[in-house]
């Protein structure tokens, strides 16, 4: 073989090992956020920002749609190189206040945007005669005045633990 043909040999050669390398297919980031939603998950951004954690939001989709049970307020749809999704139930949306809606926009950006898990755990709260949920990534809503009357708490604590999925 001569040096011309060894040349050629190598060159197809890594050609051909490059083609076959596993390469992570990346999807294009992806925004909509339902009108309904955009001022919680501007104000998501404002406090991760105030937290110390800033960050952007840019592929997100948050909108009304069924959820799994009647009962579920929202849920985060999410897998490696997709989209994340947030579906909310119109019907119990609708019967909510302003703080009972960012705890649940907060939750599910939570799961989608944080990759947090659920958190079991409670504390005790209102001069230690209540025991509420620890954490906003509590499994279930935290009621709007709870989460009003803790709301520093739970931010701090949204931003700085690192269960992740």
């Given at each position: 073989?001569?040096?011309?043909?060894?040349f050629v040999f190598?060159?197809?050669l890594g050609v051909s090992a490059s083609a076959c390398a596993p390469k992570e297919k990346q999807h294009d980031a992806?925004?909509?956020?339902?009108?309904?939603?955009?001022?919680?998950?501007h104000n998501f951004e404002q406090v991760s920002a105030q937290e110390g954690q800033p960050l952007e939001i840019n592929d997100l989709v948050v909108q009304f749609g069924s959820t799994p049970s009647l009962n579920?307020?929202?849920?985060?749809?999410?897998?490696?190189?997709?989209?994340?999704r947030i579906t909310v139930n119109q019907r119990i949306?609708?019967?909510?206040?302003d703080y009972d809606k960012q705890e649940v926009i907060f939750h599910?950006?939570?799961?989608?945007?944080?990759?947090r898990i659920h958190q079991n755990t409670e504390m005790m709260a209102y001069n230690g005669t209540v025991q509420v949920a620890e954490s906003i990534m509590y499994?279930?809503?935290i009621s709007g005045t709870i989460y009003r009357d803790n709301i520093v708490h739970y931010h701090d604590e949204l931003f700085s633990k690192h269960?992740?999925?």
């Open positions: 073989m001569n040096q011309a043909q060894a190598c060159a197809l992806f925004l909509q956020v339902d009108a309904p939603f955009q001022d919680f998950v579920e307020t929202g849920v985060c749809e999410w897998a490696d190189n997709e989209t994340p949306w609708n019967t909510l206040n599910e950006l939570g799961h989608c945007i944080l990759k499994p279930y809503r269960d992740q999925f």
